[in-house]
């Protein structure tokens, strides 16, 4: 009871000031392990005696590439395959000079990967210092060491069976196994797909669709001159690419991969304000007229335009003025498709408006003697049994008047004619085809008016 009667007592303020003032510090720092804040000192220190002093600010690390892009201590990759490299073969003409750039020369390979520079438009083989904008012509070295390896890995020709054998394997309920070469092209990177490809097989498909199936007999010769094979059949746009007799997947060449897509350089235009040797009126009377001429074929988008160049050909003989219906396509692709017109048919672009192709066959046009429908299906068989191109073999073939019989469903002249047809006969029968167009046009301009009459009783 005594001890509950003194806790509870307050203490003496007199004993409490005594004891404060006689315990030494040190012992209650040592046991509680107290230390003031600066605030609560009774003699405050200033710890920032300069005040105008700035710190420094810490440094960011430096830059770390991943490490798939860490060449730190690495050489460049080497390759020697003797040509260009550029992001696209098929799209791209070495002839053609660019007018600009549209970005500084970066390598899209990456900074310090490989022992060529990029010039804007490709890496070349020839002279890794040369720095202007224009196209690296061909060296007759660099020809002849392509054919040269080319012949190497290719060997022996196929057997007829041989080659049968290949396209069989090939088709589609065969194998799903297929390359698709689109809008831009015969890429750069799809190098490596074909020889990843030819790893575990001998021959590959390869699907061409949308604008480069326009020159469809530059892309097999794009094809075998950059990845060293032969082509042993096509049907339409789909092609059967064979590796060769002495391919080794083990020795397969260097193809280091670009790691973006780079800007494309800056070109003429193709659309001038007035066409030559026409006047300002002429022009515009022209491009009015050529928007409302009927449309030569309506393309579909990615589809196969390998007869495309004959029919326009074929129909200069009997109109001057050409539309092609492109509603639905990106604006480059059918500017390069009239592009590849211009160069091929040979024809003078009048406009690009409202998503359509005019083409004026120009003054004093001369139709070609001779001209043939492209076929639907070529075999690149070689009679003499010797090495050659796919493409010379076809050459060969269609003059020779052995070319084999097929059609394009865009063209039905195609599944008429097999051979080599005359001018004559070739007028003839775009002008019947026109006239039965215009037929169809004018019924179906009869059909709409009577549906509008319909409409107003």
């Known amino acids: ?70 060449r730190t201590g690495q050489k460049p990759i080497h390759s020697d395959l003797p040509f260009d490299f550029r992001y696209s073969y098929t799209e791209s003409n070495p002839a053609v000079r660019p007018i600009g750039l549209r970005e500084p020369k970066y390598s899209p390979f990456g900074p310090g990967r490989i022992d060529r520079e990029w010039i804007g438009v490709c890496a070349p083989a020839v002279d890794s210092k040369v720095r202007s904008v224009e196209g690296v012509e061909d060296d007759p070295k660099l020809e002849e060491k392509r054919r040269r390896r080319r012949e190497k890995v290719q060997g022996e020709p196929l057997s007829p069976a041989e080659r049968k054998i290949l396209v069989e394997k090939c088709q589609r309920p065969k194998t799903k196994r297929q390359i698709n070469l689109g809008r831009d092209g015969l890429t750069h990177n799809m190098l490596n797909d074909i020889h990843n490809h030819w790893k575990f097989d001998e021959a590959v498909r390869i699907k061409c ?182 493409a010379e073999v076809c050459d060969k073939s269609e003059s020779d008047g052995n070319k084999p019989n097929g059609g394009s469903p865009e063209y039905p002249g195609n599944s008429i004619w097999g051979e080599l047809v005359g001018c004559a006969v070739r007028k003839q029968l775009i002008e019947t085809r026109w006239q039965d167009l215009n037929c169809s046009l004018s019924s179906q301009h009869k059909m709409e008016k009577e549906n509008e009459c319909q409409l107003k009783y």
């Open 1 to 70: 009871m005594l001890l509950t009667k003194l806790s509870r007592q307050k203490p003496n303020p007199l004993a409490l000031l005594l004891t404060r003032h006689l315990s030494n510090p040190s012992k209650l720092h040592d046991r509680y392990s107290f230390k003031p804040p600066p605030s609560l000192s009774p003699n405050p220190q200033d710890h920032n005696p300069n005040p105008d002093h700035i710190p420094k600010k810490k440094q960011k690390p430096q830059y770390r590439p991943l490490s798939s892009l860490d």
């Open 209 to 390: 669709i949308g604008v480069p199936t326009v020159d469809m007999k530059n892309v097999c010769n794009q094809l075998e001159d950059k990845t060293f094979g032969k082509i042993i059949h096509r049907h339409g746009g789909v092609l059967v690419l064979y590796r060769g007799r002495n391919y080794n997947p083990k020795k397969r060449p260097v193809i280091p991969l670009m790691l973006w897509k780079p800007h494309e350089p800056v070109y003429p235009k193709l659309i001038k304000t007035t066409i030559d040797g026409l006047s300002i009126a002429e022009t515009k009377e022209m491009r009015k007229r050529g928007l409302a001429v009927p449309a030569l074929t309506k393309l579909a988008k990615n589809g196969y335009y390998g007869s495309l160049v004959s029919m326009v050909r074929d129909a200069f003989l009997c109109c001057e003025l050409i539309r092609i219906d492109c509603q639905g396509f990106e604006k480059s692709d059918y500017k390069k498709i009239g592009c590849k017109l211009r160069d091929l048919v040979p024809c003078i672009l009048v406009t690009f408006e409202k998503e359509q192709i005019v083409v004026w066959r120009g003054k004093g046009y001369k139709p070609p003697e001779d001209g043939y429908f492209l076929p639907d299906r070529e075999l690149f068989d070689s009679p003499e049994g010797h090495l050659g191109s796919g």
